[in-house]
């Protein structure tokens, strides 16, 4: 039986904290990455800096393929922007990165995570879901270039006291 084409090689995808080094990778992705929050990457560099920042990466071997951008304060946590590799899109990557934030969050007590994403942006709405997400509102006009609303999700981790 011929082998098929369709078949997904399986990577292993290695989620870690961001290092300088990570920059230029993460630059280039964000460059092919319009859905994404276009952000200065000095942006980047001081939300890992900061006590309540987390900025991941995902590298196959020993390349950059995925970042994620959250911060935390409190019980709470929002996750700020994700982006893939155009050449690694659709293999798990998002997946990986918002798996290695969750547990982190956990880890961390948060109780509740939120988020915004453009509302034409079905592929980033379909791995929030698949990750527990549930839609909360809607912010009218908040992104520009092109002018569109946000989608608000929440993911609860833990119960919330009253």
């Known amino acids: 039986m011929p082998p098929d084409r369709n078949a997904t090689t399986a990577i292993a995808w290695k989620i870690r ?3 300088p080094a990570d920059a230029p990778a993460i630059s280039q992705i964000l460059r092919d990455s319009n859905q994404a929050a276009q952000w200065p990457f000095e942006s980047y560099a001081t939300l890992a800096d900061s006590p309540s920042g987390i900025l991941l990466v995902c590298e196959a071997k020993t390349q ?3 970042f994620m951008a959250a911060r ?3 019980d709470q946590a929002e996750i700020l922007n994700i982006a893939v ?3 690694f899109r659709r293999k798990g990557v998002a997946s990986a990165l ?3 934030a969750l547990d ?3 880890r961390s007590a948060i109780a509740q995570v939120f988020l915004e994403l453009r509302e ?3 592929p980033a709405r379909t791995l929030y879901e698949r990750h527990g997400f549930i839609r ?3 912010r009218k006009s908040y992104y520009a270039n092109p002018t569109e609303d946000a989608l608000c999700m929440l993911r609860k981790l833990t119960e919330v006291p009253d």
């Open 120 to 122: 034409s942006n079905l």
């Open 17 to 19: 904290s961001f290092r």
């Open 98 to 100: 918002l798996a290695g």
């Open 85 to 87: 590799h155009i050449d």
């Open 72 to 74: 935390q304060a409190a």
């Open 136 to 138: 909360t509102g809607r």
């Open 64 to 66: 950059v393929v995925g």
């Open 104 to 106: 982190a969050f956990r």
